[in-house]
C-alpha cells in the first residue's frame, strides 16, 4: 500500500505563476516531511522539510503547507523560473522509524519560459 | 559540504553477474541508504544501515544484499544480477536527529 501519494504525475506552469504540488499520506504516524527536487541524472536535493508540529515554513520563493487533519501537504513555488523544472518528491517519516524516508512517486514540473 | 559519493555513474553488468555498487559519505553520517528509481514508481528503499555492520531490509529487498564494514562506506550487492534490476541507484546518507537526507548522483545500471 502506498503511504506516501502524488497523485498528479505532472504539472505545467507558466514562468512567474505559482507552482504547487500536492502530496497525500495515510500514515498518522508520520510526523516529519520533506520535499526533494531531481533534475535527470542527478541523485535528488533536499528543498524544504516541516515537522509536524507545524502547519507552515517557507525558505525563500518556496513554502510547504501541512493540513494534518486532511493528511495532506503542498508545496508552493513562486514565482516558479524555467530551472525549477524538475521531478519533485514528497517524503515522510514517523519517529520510530529508524531514519526511514518513505517517498511518493513523484510529480513532474515543468516551468514554461 | 555534505557528500555522498557513489563509485560508477553508469554501469553495464550481463544477466548472473555478481554487481557491487560503491557509495562512500564524508558526513560521518550513522544512517546510510540504497534506494532505486523507477519511471512511474518512484524512489523505493531496497536495505538501510543505521551503524556498522547493522542492516535492515527496506521495501525491496529481494535480490540485494549490503555491506556496512566502516560508518563511511555502504555497498549493494546483486548477487545474480537480472534485467529487471535495471534501474537507477541511489546511495544517501543522514544524521540521527531531525534532518535531511543527502544523496549521491546515482548509478545508472543496465543489465543484458
Known amino acids: 500500500d502506498q503511504q506516501v501519494k502524488q497523485n498528479s504525475p505532472s504539472l505545467s506552469v507558466q514562468e512567474g505563476r505559482i507552482s504547487i504540488l500536492n502530496c497525500d499520506y495515510t500514515?498518522?504516524?508520520?510526523?516529519?516531511f520533506l520535499w526533494y527536487k531531481k533534475y535527470p541524472a542527478e541523485g535528488p536535493t533536499f528543498l524544504i522539510s516541516?515537522?509536524?508540529?507545524?502547519d507552515k515554513n517557507e525558505d525563500g520563493r518556496f513554502t510547504v503547507f501541512l493540513n494534518k487533519s486532511a493528511k495532506h501537504l503542498s508545496l508552493h513555488i513562486v514565482p516558479s523560473q524555467p530551472g525549477d523544472s524538475a521531478v519533485y518528491f514528497c517524503a515522510a517519516e514517523s519517529g520510530g522509524s529508524n531514519y526511514k524516508l518513505t517517498f511518493g512517486k513523484g510529480t513532474l514540473l515543468t516551468v514554461n519560459p | 559540504d555534505v557528500k555522498v559519493t557513489q563509485s560508477s555513474r553508469y554501469l553495464v553488468k550481463r544477466t548472473g553477474e555478481k554487481v557491487f555498487l560503491e557509495c562512500v559519505q564524508d558526513?560521518?553520517?550513522?544512517?546510510m541508504f540504497w534506494y532505486r528509481q523507477d519511471p512511474g514508481l518512484g524512489l523505493r528503499l531496497i536495505y538501510f544501515?543505521?551503524?556498522?555492520?547493522?542492516?535492515e531490509k527496506g521495501d525491496i529487498p529481494e535480490g540485494y544484499s549490503v555491506s556496512r564494514e566502516k560508518k563511511e562506506r555502504f555497498s549493494l550487492i546483486l548477487e545474480s544480477a537480472s534485467t529487471n534490476q535495471t534501474s537507477m541507484y541511489l546511495c544517501?546518507?543522514?544524521?540521527?536527529?531531525?534532518?535531511?537526507?543527502?544523496f549521491g548522483n546515482g548509478t545508472r545500471l543496465t543489465v543484458t
Open positions: 558526513m560521518d553520517h550513522e544512517n
Open positions: 500514515n498518522s504516524m508520520f510526523d516529519y
Open positions: 544501515s543505521y551503524d556498522v555492520k547493522m542492516k
Open positions: 516541516i515537522s509536524s508540529i507545524k
Open positions: 544517501a546518507s543522514r544524521s540521527d536527529g531531525v534532518s535531511a537526507l543527502h
